[in-house]
Nanobody, 120 residues
Framework: VQLQASGGGLVQPGGSLRLSCKAS????????MGWYRQAPGKQRELVAS???????HYAESVKDRFTISRDNAKNTVSLQMYSLKPEDTAVYYC???????????????WGQGTQVTVSS
């Protein structure tokens, strides 16, 4: 299963960006989907995740600023980011895990990463 992410870029502090990610390949079902980020010199961290049923989890640092959503029919996940801060600067990675077959072949895939830079 492959994930293709898009939507990164350069934005001024206080601005907004929307990231999107689509899963493709041999997919029976996608369970959890999420966005992670990795800033220079830091470990990759979870930004937000969303279960198939729609329940969400956010890192404390992005609560009330970021919104994660998904379209189960299209196997896509999006991250709408508002009120961006310089400390949000990082490479953002999408992640998805699920089943490739009805009999339980598990996948856990990562997108290629998209750069988000928040700077004036």
């Amino acid at each position: 299963v492959q994930l293709q992410a898009s939507g990164g870029g350069l934005v001024q502090p206080g601005g907004s960006l929307r990231l999107s990610c689509k899963a493709s390949g041999t997919i029976f079902s996608v369970n959890d989907m999420g966005w992670y980020r990795q800033a220079p010199g830091k470990q990759r961290e979870l930004v937000a995740s969303i279960a198939r049923g729609g329940s969400t989890h956010y890192a404390e640092s992005v609560k009330d600023r970021f919104t994660i959503s998904r379209d189960n029919a299209k196997n896509t996940v999006s991250l709408q980011m508002y009120s961006l801060k310089p400390e949000d600067t990082a490479v953002y990675y999408c992640n998805a895990e699920g089943l490739s077959t009805p009999w339980g072949t598990v996948f856990n895939s990562w997108g290629q990463g998209t750069q988000v830079t928040v700077s004036s």
